[in-house]
């Protein structure tokens, strides 16, 4: 690690939420981030959101489990094909396999009817929506109160149009001499009305629920039109505020900051406010149930429902889904006070990290990432070498070897097939360890794997991140203990390198001055980056630049995101896989 003088770079870092009052009369800001729109993302990219639980991630889009793959805990449910499963979990694999078997209800199957229609006066996708629910034995109106386009879009799904409602419908001049309705809430992802929940209520001075349903004749909005993923059009205002408008959420996957009333998660979607400090996950870094002890956590009551909370159902099959631990240090050491970069590291600050020895000499860095694997640079190995390496964890200071220090040999030594050492594209290799006998698994004591990042969404650019290793100082000194220093990710990488760096594969990462850098001997070594939960990811693997230190020469990190797949490939997706399994 090449270290001189440590100055202090001041970054104006904005904070997520932007609050944006919209009205018709003045144009607001345009939230849209157009260049991530041309990447087409959808509820189903789960580089911008988490899949459904009956839902795994694979290659970057959620695809469907099979029924087995869910988790067996649950209560039977009832399919619109009439078939009893015995979970929530199964039905909606089998549904998202087979989508004419919709939810019916809760329970094994009876026979009991559930039926929406619309009681239209003009055209056919109009009207007011009325339900019949398995649990009521008649058909009823839906109250207005609440019905908004998230129920719509489901109730009109549900009728068989497939881009959901165009608008909800103002309905006033309906003299229904109903004197109940049904209260509808749905989260908007539902494919029937049958699964949001239900309760029955006097209907105020709002009236009944009305809608129009999206044709192939809707127009799209005269003006600043929005399309949706789905082919869909919406009015450009209606982007970026946390309601998922397209039905796809297609006009909320790329907001650099979103309207009043919704929450700007790091990654950059919208999601409505209600769903900050609920107590679920719902954005991919993390943010959205950060910080919540201040946060009044709205204690809801629960009203009576008439229909089952499918909503809890989902939530509650989440939890037992398995959960990976990684990036988590086993105790904290030391605090401090400040963050001061270029230091000398302490026993446990890269629980990690890992040296590679190859004859007398630490050639490289690696980083432990669970089971017997070690990701390392591929310009730092050979393949028919493997034997010849030495990985060694907890290592401090190799002059001084420490106690916790754990030795070990290597089974085999994976290269990616597209390396370039020329280019230094696909810079990443994979190492196995030798187990230390044949009935012992590769846990080291004192080492814990970095957490591998599924999505080039978790962190942004000049976010503050750490890198660690044995490389040379500045003046090409040797180096015997690992330093460690404080760096920031580097936009448009570009601007130094011109067409030597490959933006999908690569990330940049430095200091203004260019005082801390990784150098000769760091290479395969981590750059890793916390989230606000204060996990772990191995972001980049050090692997090239122009010169140690340059301000004009940033170093460049093969970029582990990008490789996820790959790497899963290879050491199998349970090891690696925090969410989406
Ligand atoms: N390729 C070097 C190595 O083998 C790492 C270079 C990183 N250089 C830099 N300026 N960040 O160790």
Known sequence: MKLVHFTLVLVCVSFGVSRLPVTSGSVPRDLVDEKCLAEKHTHLSCNKVFCQPWQKCIGGTCICKLPYQCPKNGTAMCSTNGRTFSTYCQLKSFECLHPEARFLSSGPCTGKEFRVSLQHKGRDSEGHVQVKLVELEESMYICQDGWSLTQANVACRDLGYPLGAAQTLDTSSFPANSTECLHVSCRGIETSLAECTFTQRKPNAQGFAGVACYTDDTSAPAKG????????????RKACDGVNDCGDQSDELCCTGCQDNSFHCKSGICIPRQYRCNGELDCITGDDEADCDGEARPCQ????????????????????????????????PSRRKRVVGGSPAHKGDFPWQVA??????????GTYIGGCWILTA????????????????????????????????????????????TTYQNDIALIELKK???????QMPETVPACIPWSP??????????????GREKDNERVFSLKW????????????????????EMVCAGTQDGSIDACKGDSGGPLVCQDVNNVTYLWGIVSWGENCGKPEFPG?????????DWISQHVGRSLISQHNV
Not at 556 to 564: E, L, R
């Open 225 to 236: 039109s929005f399309q949706c993923v789905n082919g869909k059009h919406i009015s450009r």
């Open 301 to 332: 009551e629960k009203p009576d429902f008439l229909t089952p909370d499918m909503d809890a159902e989902r939530q509650r099959i989440k939890s037992f889904l398995p959960t990976l631990s990684c990036g988590v240090k086993q105790s904290s």
């Open 356 to 365: 590679i020895r190859y004859g007398d000499s630490i050639t490289c860095g």
């Open 378 to 421: 591929a310009h730092c190995v050979k393949v028919n070498k493997a034997h010849q390496y030495i990985v060694l964890a907890s290592l401090i200071d190799w002059l001084k070897p420490n106690s916790e220090l754990s030795v070990r040999y290597v089974n085999k030594v994976i290269i990616h097939e597209n390396y370039n050492g």
């Open 436 to 442: 230390p006998s044949k009935h012992k698994d590769c």
């Open 457 to 470: 969404y978790l962190f942004q650019p000049n976010h503050k991140c750490i890198i660690s290793g044995w």
């Open 485 to 504: 220093g404080q760096v920031n990710l580097i936009h448009n990488c570009s601007n130094f390198y011109q067409r030597r760096y490959h933006e999908k």
């Open 556 to 564: 460049v990190y093969t970029k582990v995101a990008n490789y996820f």
